[in-house]
């Protein structure tokens, strides 16, 4: 069964940074492309960063220069680290396989406020 437990998450005010971890069980994490997804408020949830098993990037435009993907296969981890944080990044942020295969883990909450 595979399992991700994001972690990280916390109150930062706008202009802040924060990192985002996400910790993967299973074989399956360093052949696979990973990435962070998020869910705002009344939104559904929607792609933030992907990385490839290689390390090749992409970003959404709204993170894009903001936020940083990362990955460790030996620790079967992947980081989001994000910088110049705005209120609107607010959400509940969740990591998967992308295209998103596996459960969802509980995700990490971000809230972005003065």
């Known amino acids: 069964q595979v399992q991700l437990v994001e972690s990280g998450g916390g109150l930062v005010q706008p202009g802040g940074s924060l990192r985002l971890s996400c910790a993967a069980s299973?074989?399956?994490?360093?052949?696979?492309?990973m990435a962070w997804y998020r869910q705002r408020a009344g939104k559904q949830r929607e792609w933030v960063a992907f990385i490839r098993s290689g390390g090749i990037t992409n970003y959404a435009d709204s993170v894009k220069g903001r936020f940083t993907i990362s990955r460790d296969n030996a620790e079967n981890t992947v980081y989001l680290q994000m910088n110049t944080l705005k209120p609107e990044d607010t959400a509940v942020y969740y990591c998967?396989?992308?295209?998103?295969?596996?459960?969802w883990g509980k995700g990490a909450l971000v809230t972005v406020s003065s």
């Open positions: 299973g074989s399956f994490f360093s052949s696979s492309t």
């Open positions: 998967n396989t992308f295209p998103a295969l596996s459960a």
